[in-house]
Each structure stands twice: as structure tokens, then as C-alpha cells.
């Protein structure tokens, strides 16, 4: 058995000492070895969150990478897609009702023409529609009131019972919830 009073501070520096080192019986059998054990977590969480950060910011210099590479195919295309335009709108087209296309061997040139959409303000909207009396057009979401029903039930043994009719509600399961131990930093 170790017990952790003598614990020396880069006993777990590489993943093989700590394997090593798991594999043998392990106590915390006083405070100091409980403080000696809560500074490890604290500094693997430290490390964990460092390491987070690094990739973090490695991401957001990608991120920038890629809108800059998306910025230079832009710059580089734009001057060919504005000639493509150019002969597109001499030669004949096939035309449909939202857009107009010429094909070619390696693509096709295409044109969507301008259209309109609708984008309606829902407060407004919903407002509108209760003032005009059209609730065909109003969506009711019914939900139970969870928090509300919960506080007028009780756990009795692998039921859930409701305290006002003393009735059982059998559409309540009960689940057990282990304890759960954690580390506060």
C-alpha cells in the first residue's frame, strides 16, 4: 500500500509512472495525502484547460487562415466570373422560371433571376393574426408545467404519487440517480 506522505512532486510526469503507479494499491489516509491528491487534479485540470486554450486559438488562426484563402480565390475568380458574365449575356440561353443557364464542357454559366421572399417579423405576425380572428393560422404548443405538477408529487417507493388525489401517475417513472463525487477547485 502507498500512502501519500511522501509523495514526491513529479510522481505522475509521465503517463508510465502513472500506470505504473495506479496499478499499486493506493490510500489517502490523512488530510496532507488528501491535499497532496487535490493539488494533482487542480494541476491536470490546469494543464487540460491550457491545452483547451491552445486549440482554441489554434482554431481561430485556422478559421482566419480560411476566410483569407476564401478573400484570394474571390480576388483571383472575380475578374474571370465578371467576363464570364460578359459573353453569358451574348449567346443563347436556356431559360426556366428562377434562372437561365448556358452549358459548356467543364460547367455551366448560370443566372438566378431576382425574386422576392417573404420575411415576417413572428411577434408582429402573430399579433396580426389574433387581431383578425384567424386562429388557423395561430400554433398552440401544449406542454405540462413540469416544475409546477412536480412540487404536488411524491416518491413512494417505485412510484410517483400525486399528493392533492393521492393517486398514483403511472406516465412518472422513478429512477434511481447514483450519488456522484466531484472536486471543487
Given at each position: 500500500?502507498?500512502?501519500?506522505?511522501?509523495?514526491?512532486?513529479?510522481?505522475?510526469?509521465?503517463?508510465?509512472?502513472?500506470?505504473?503507479?495506479a496499478?499499486?494499491?493506493?490510500?489517502?489516509?490523512?488530510?496532507?495525502?488528501?491535499?497532496?491528491?487535490?493539488?494533482?487534479?487542480?494541476?491536470?485540470?490546469?494543464?487540460?484547460?491550457?491545452?483547451?486554450a491552445?486549440?482554441?486559438?489554434?482554431?481561430?488562426?485556422?478559421?482566419?487562415?480560411?476566410a483569407?484563402l476564401?478573400?484570394?480565390?474571390?480576388?483571383?475568380?472575380?475578374?474571370?466570373k465578371?467576363?464570364?458574365?460578359e459573353?453569358?449575356?451574348?449567346?443563347?440561353?436556356?431559360?426556366t422560371?428562377?434562372?437561365?443557364s448556358y452549358?459548356?464542357?467543364?460547367?455551366?454559366?448560370?443566372?438566378?433571376?431576382?425574386?422576392?421572399?417573404?420575411?415576417?417579423?413572428?411577434?408582429?405576425l402573430?399579433?396580426y393574426?389574433?387581431?383578425?380572428?384567424?386562429?388557423?393560422?395561430?400554433?398552440?404548443?401544449?406542454?405540462?408545467d413540469?416544475?409546477?405538477?412536480?412540487?404536488?408529487?411524491?416518491?413512494?417507493?417505485?412510484q410517483?404519487?400525486?399528493?392533492?388525489?393521492?393517486?398514483?401517475?403511472?406516465?412518472?417513472?422513478?429512477?434511481?440517480?447514483p450519488?456522484?463525487?466531484?472536486?471543487?477547485?
Amino acid at each position: 500500500m502507498t500512502d501519500c506522505n511522501n509523495c514526491p512532486d513529479n510522481i505522475w510526469d509521465d503517463d508510465q509512472e502513472m500506470e505504473d503507479t495506479a496499478e499499486k494499491e493506493f490510500t489517502i489516509k490523512d488530510d496532507k495525502a488528501c491535499e497532496w491528491a487535490l493539488k494533482k487534479v487542480k494541476q491536470e485540470t490546469e494543464e487540460h484547460d491550457r491545452l483547451v486554450a491552445l486549440a482554441k486559438a489554434e482554431i481561430e488562426e485556422l478559421q482566419e487562415q480560411i476566410a483569407k484563402l476564401d478573400q484570394a480565390l474571390a480576388s483571383k475568380t472575380g475578374f474571370f466570373k465578371s467576363k464570364m458574365y460578359e459573353y453569358f449575356q451574348t449567346v443563347e440561353r436556356k431559360s426556366t422560371k428562377t434562372q437561365e443557364s448556358y452549358k459548356l464542357l467543364s460547367g455551366s454559366l448560370v443566372w438566378k433571376k431576382p425574386s422576392q421572399k417573404m420575411a415576417p417579423d413572428k411577434e408582429k405576425l402573430l399579433e396580426y393574426v389574433k387581431a383578425n380572428n384567424m386562429p388557423e393560422y395561430v400554433k398552440v404548443k401544449e406542454d405540462v408545467d413540469w416544475a409546477g405538477l412536480k412540487k404536488d408529487c411524491t416518491i413512494q417507493g417505485n412510484q410517483v404519487i400525486n399528493n392533492q388525489t393521492g393517486e398514483v401517475i403511472d406516465c412518472i417513472a422513478v429512477e434511481d440517480v447514483p450519488g456522484e463525487f466531484g472536486v471543487k477547485l
